[in-house]
C-alpha cells in the first residue's frame, strides 16, 4: 500500500495563496489516481480535486473551481494542489489520498491516505 505525506499547509489571509504537496512511496506512483479531500472543523470529509495518470484528466469541487489547480510529478511522485484566492470557508485539514485504475472523476474508492496537513485562512 503506498505511503502519502502532506506539507506546505499554513495560516493565509484571506486572498492568498498556499501550494499543497503530497509526496508518495511504496507504489508504482505514475499508475496511481490522486486527489485531494478537505474535512472542516464539525463537517464530513469532501473531495477537492484529483488528477489521472498521465495528468490531463483533472476534476474539481464546484467551490474550487478556478481557483485551485491539480498536478502532479510522476518523476518525484509528488501530488500538488496550487490553491489560489483563498477564502476562510476553504480551513479544513487537507488530506492527500490515492486509488488505482483511471476514474479519476469519481470520488469513491481511494484507499490510501495521508495524515493531513491544516491551511487555515483568515479574514
Known amino acids: 500500500q503506498v505511503q502519502l505525506v502532506e506539507s506546505g499547509g499554513g495560516l493565509v489571509q484571506a486572498g492568498g495563496s498556499l501550494r499543497l504537496s503530497c509526496a508518495a512511496s511504496?507504489?508504482?506512483?505514475?499508475?496511481?489516481?490522486m486527489g485531494w479531500f478537505r474535512q472542516a472543523p464539525g463537517k464530513e470529509r469532501e473531495f477537492v480535486s484529483a488528477?489521472?495518470?498521465?495528468?490531463?484528466?483533472?476534476h474539481y469541487a464546484d467551490s474550487v473551481k478556478d481557483r485551485f489547480t491539480i498536478s502532479r510529478d510522476n518523476a518525484k511522485s509528488t501530488v500538488y494542489l496550487q490553491m489560489n484566492s483563498l477564502k476562510p470557508e476553504d480551513t479544513a485539514v487537507y488530506y492527500c489520498?490515492?486509488?488505482?485504475?483511471?476514474?479519476?472523476?469519481?470520488?469513491?474508492?481511494?484507499?490510501?491516505w495521508g495524515q493531513g496537513t491544516q491551511v487555515t485562512v483568515s479574514s
Open positions: 489520498a490515492a486509488k488505482a485504475g483511471t476514474a479519476y472523476n469519481d470520488f469513491r474508492g481511494y484507499v490510501s
Open positions: 511504496g507504489g508504482t506512483f505514475r499508475y496511481l489516481v
Open positions: 488528477i489521472g495518470w498521465g495528468g490531463l484528466g483533472t
